[in-house]
């Protein structure tokens, strides 16, 4: 079985700050996936990021950064100088290789507070 | 523009009543599925489905029933055996892995909430 777990229920940060999502991992498999979705207001969920067991480099996009840990089984997502419109629930999710069925966290709300 | 579009955005049934949600893809996509989300749970898997006329059951298929007739369309109906209906559903597709050999992102639809009254 695997298993995702996002502790942090709600998050609040002033805007401009850094804001880090943790991200908790369970999975029997050697080769699987990690994903990060935000989802806004409107409900959609839009893909942030996706990351295979097999490369542990630490990725930076803009303002946003994730250090895949496999040794704590964490992949934890932060926010650089936080703005408003990042104010959104975040999903962690895992996958297997193969099966492509997403099991996902149960999300961060974040509010960034102007 | 290429995505996946639900309808309607909120639906409203009557308690005993089928009701049908309705997922279109242009994305060309293989796999399509449906998740369930209520506050608190994320979101878990009701059905999937890899190809045409195929689909699997997810981790809540009961009370719900899925058709894949064509690559573009999966809809869902929750049935009268679904004992709590009222939640936001979300449908998704994404490549098939073995096109690409690697598990690729989903690509989510906006939702449709539904609320049984």
């Known amino acids: 079985a695997q298993k995702v777990t996002q502790a942090q229920t709600e998050i609040s940060v002033v805007e401009k700050e850094d804001v880090t999502l943790d991200c908790v991992y369970e999975?029997?498999?050697?080769?699987?996936?990690l994903f990060w979705y935000k989802q806004p207001p409107s409900g959609e969920l839009v893909f942030l990021i996706r990351r295979n067991s097999f490369d542990e480099q630490n990725e930076i996009s803009g303002r946003y950064s994730w250090n895949f840990q496999k040794s704590t089984s964490s992949f934890n997502f932060t926010i650089t100088a936080s703005q408003v419109v990042d104010s959104a629930v975040y999903f962690c999710a895992l996958s297997n290789f193969g099966n492509e069925k997403l099991t996902f966290g149960t999300g961060t709300r974040l509010t960034i507070i102007p | 523009d290429g995505g996946i579009t639900q309808s309607p955005k909120y639906l409203f049934r009557k308690e005993g009543q089928n009701v049908t949600l309705s997922c279109e893809q242009n994305l060309n996509h293989d796999a399509m599925y449906w998740y369930r989300q209520d506050p608190g749970q994320g979101l878990r898997l009701i059905y999937y489905?890899?190809?045409?006329?195929?689909?699997q059951k997810g981790d809540i298929a009961e009370g719900y029933s899925v058709s894949r007739e064509k690559k573009e369309s999966f809809p869902l109906t929750v049935t009268s055996a679904q004992k709590n209906p009222t939640a936001f559903y979300l449908c998704a597709s994404s490549i098939e892995i073995w096109r690409r050999g690697m598990n690729t992102e989903a690509f989510f639809g906006q939702g449709t909430r539904l609320t049984v009254v």
């Open positions: 999975t029997r498999d050697t080769t699987y996936y």
């Open positions: 489905s890899q190809i045409v006329n195929d689909f």
